[in-house]
T-cell receptor
């Protein structure tokens, strides 16, 4: 069985602070895929990034960066110099190599960035 | 690309009525997922299809819920009869899976269902 744990239910920061959202996963698959999605107050779910299990290279995209560590089964998401527009619910998800792309989602972390 | 299209965007109905939600996945995607989201239960996977075939419907809450995918470009989720506890936002998502693709899901805008 697969499991994704986002231990932080809610995080509140002041604008320009850095913030890290934690994601820990469990899977028996040797090949798997990790994702982050953003759900802003408007309600839509937006894909942010995919990381394959065989590629542990970290990624940076503007103010966003992702740290994938297989040794600790973690896929953490850092926002640098947070902005009010970053306020959203962020979901981490895991997909195995079977099941036609079915993903297991974490419960989400609600990030509030105050001006 | 137009993205995943869902209709209607909002639906208000009375208890006991039949509700049909519609989804058009992204062209070329071969997996389709129906989710329900509420404050109490979070994001729940109801059912998903691969190549138009239902793979897992274990998340469908009751026999009142049914889903079909008659072709690669259309799916429906039907609730009959509807109940107030069915009030939620229903999302449809699609992805490309197989042949080396293990891709992310792209979500539609959702249908906000209110059952009075």
């Amino acid at each position: 069985a697969q499991k994704v744990t986002q231990a932080q239910t809610e995080i509140s920061v002041v604008e320009k602070e850095d913030v890290t959202l934690d994601c820990v996963y469990e899977t028996r698959d040797t090949t798997y895929y990790l994702f982050w999605y953003k759900q802003p107050p408007s309600g839509e779910l937006v894909f942010l990034i995919r990381r394959n299990s065989f590629d542990e290279q970290n990624e940076i995209s503007g103010r966003y960066s992702w740290n994938f560590q297989k040794s600790t089964s973690s896929f953490n998401f850092t926002i640098t110099a947070s902005q009010v527009v970053d306020s959203a619910v962020y979901f981490c998800a895991l997909s195995g190599n079977t099941n036609a792309g079915k993903s297991t989602f974490g419960d989400g972390t609600t990030l509030t960035v105050k001006p | 690309d137009a993205g995943v299209i869902q209709s209607p965007r909002h639906e208000v109905t009375e208890m006991g009525q039949e509700v049909t939600l519609r989804c058009k996945p992204i062209s070329g995607h071969n997996s389709l997922f129906w989710y329900r989201q509420t404050m109490m239960r979070g994001l729940e996977l109801l059912i998903y299809f691969n190549n138009n075939v239902p793979i897992d419907d274990s998340g469908m809450p009751e026999d009142r819920f049914s889903a079909k995918m008659p072709n690669a470009s259309f799916s429906t989720l039907k609730i009959q009869p509807s109940e107030p506890r069915d009030s939620a936002v229903y999302f449809c998502a699609s992805s490309s899976w197989g042949g080396g693709d293990r891709r992310e899901q792209f979500f539609g805008p959702g249908t906000r269902l209110t059952v009075l």
